[in-house]
């Protein structure tokens, strides 16, 4: 026998999640959902993990801990997503694979359970890459996905805030997307994002979320990125992909990277948060509002969640 | 009075367009349809040089261009754009402005004569940047945009075509997007894109033109992009924003960015076009397939058309 080829220090899993960025505070946030959404944060981190630990690959880990927070009534996304102002609710989601740069991504889907798995399907079975609207609902029918009826997405408390509230809810209110940023144990890496988009959206809004180099994007020569906050920035900022091209092209530091485009982002009046994943070393979360629902574990770093900045 | 200040050369203004990437040939495209596409991309060129060369900017000049080849029937967008599976036409546009990157896009709009206007009044005039669907079309009724009948968009020609082949055109049928780059004389630069999809699209497929970042970029500080081609992978590419990106991070020359980015979009089995406009000097207008619809002109260059690489 050969001896074994000399080679760097294997690469470790690790994982990332966040349930959005926005102006919550201790103040007004309840003790009793504070630790809801801390639990639903764990269970993500749980679910991801299991896939990582066995060997799994990032793109699973990140649909796994995704499909969590949908079904996690704490967060725009999924079950508990806000509603348009239609009264309904719509679901954007995208998934993308660091190692073949290869995404899915649906936009404005109204029956699909978990929107993540959906967008995978887009990428793994058909030649497209985004579909949108009764069309992608449609196409959900040819999977064997769950279909739920629109109301099952509907959360008493998100009912309760649009009878009271409207198309007019308070700016802390929109920024709960969820998402998720693995790295494997082979070094690859992977992003997901999922979101109910803002409160009260008309005329077919689509935010950045389910749009890939805005609020979703992986590439293994980087990093991969998903962001939450003021959609509309993100998307002009091109965000996930600037920080990857900074770290890529530009060597920036992919810490440096984040701020620098968060930074841009709330030169415009925006505000948000990214979490990104490297090819190696610490997943970087970051955000410019007051708080962030987020968490981190890794194959040498048991799991941990924060809410506020001091956290 | 003071000496004038010391200035560099001023900037001078420039316009490029496409009618789309594709297989076209002499021997398939008759000499008839050569000309009408080539007096339309003169047409375009002048409707854009027009405002240019009376000191317009040059987000009013890529618009005004776009405009002209969405009447055009010759081309994939407006009227004459192809049908989707079932036998309708629905319009993706998009716009940016490069002095503050903001941006439009609408995707799926089935009745605005032209998308390319919808999708500068969704950046003027609402805080989104993406509309889709349905909403999109019930935005432009908020709007004095002209409304057509969605048939209006179906030209004799497209109605033989989906009668014949339904949803398995040549692969050449499927690159007809339009787009325009531009700089005016203050230097600053735009980008509009224009398509009817794929031919036989389904399921509510979005492909690159209407994605800012992926068919649509524009930014002061580095150049502007328009591509056409296999949108799934222009999109994967985030192409025009990663053009821009290697400009403005790395150095390179906006000649060799676009080269990169159509080496990997064909690294990956897509093939197609860009049309890139830098700060200063002169377009890219380059493509991986056998032709492209195209044309330039400037303040001090006559306008120029092409079809075929060897034009």
Redesign the interface.
């Known amino acids: 026998m050969s001896a074994a080829p000399v080679t760097a220090a294997p690469t470790t899993w690790s994982l990332a999640v966040h349930g959005g960025a926005g102006g919550m505070s201790p103040a007004t946030l309840s003790a009793a959902a504070q630790a809801a959404a801390r639990a639903a944060l764990h269970t993500a981190l749980a679910a991801g993990a299991a896939i990582l630990r066995d060997g799994g690959g990032a793109i699973d880990a990140v649909a796994a801990a995704v499909a969590v927070l949908e079904d996690a009534p704490q967060f725009n996304a999924g079950h508990g997503a806000v509603f348009t102002a239609d009264g309904t609710v719509e679901l954007d989601a995208a998934i993308?694979d660091g190692r073949n740069?290869?995404?899915g991504a649906v936009?404005?889907v109204t029956r699909t359970r978990h929107p993540v798995d959906l967008a995978r399907a887009v990428m793994a079975r058909?030649?497209?890459?985004?579909?949108?609207?009764?069309?992608?609902d449609?196409?959900a029918l040819t999977t064997e996905l769950e279909q739920v009826a629109n109301d099952w997405f509907k959360t008493p408390e998100r009912r309760r805030q649009f009878a009271e509230g409207g198309a007019t809810f308070d700016r802390a209110m929109k920024y709960g997307t969820v998402g998720a940023v693995a790295r494997d144990n082979d070094g690859h890496v992977a992003a997901a994002t999922s979101t109910g988009g803002v409160t009260g959206k008309?005329?077919?809004?689509?935010?950045d979320s389910p749009?890939?180099?805005?609020g979703t994007?992986a590439d293994d020569r980087a990093c991969a990125v998903s962001a939450t906050g003021s959609?509309?920035d993100f998307?002009?900022?091109?965000a996930g992909?600037?920080v990857a091209?900074?770290v890529r092209?530009?060597g920036q530091s992919l810490t440096a990277a984040v701020r620098a485009v968060l930074d841009e982002v709330a030169a415009g009046g925006g505000a948000g948060g990214m979490i990104a994943m490297p090819r190696t070393g610490e997943p970087v979360l970051t955000f410019t509002t007051t708080a962030m629902y987020r968490g981190s574990v890794a194959a040498d770093t048991p799991a941990t969640v924060a809410i506020f900045a001091e956290d």
């Open positions: 993308m740069r290869r995404a936009a404005r058909t030649p497209h890459v985004m579909l949108a609207g009764v069309g992608a449609a196409f008309k005329w077919g809004r689509i935010g749009i890939i180099g805005a994007y959609g509309e998307l002009c900022a091109v992909h600037e091209a900074q092209l530009a």
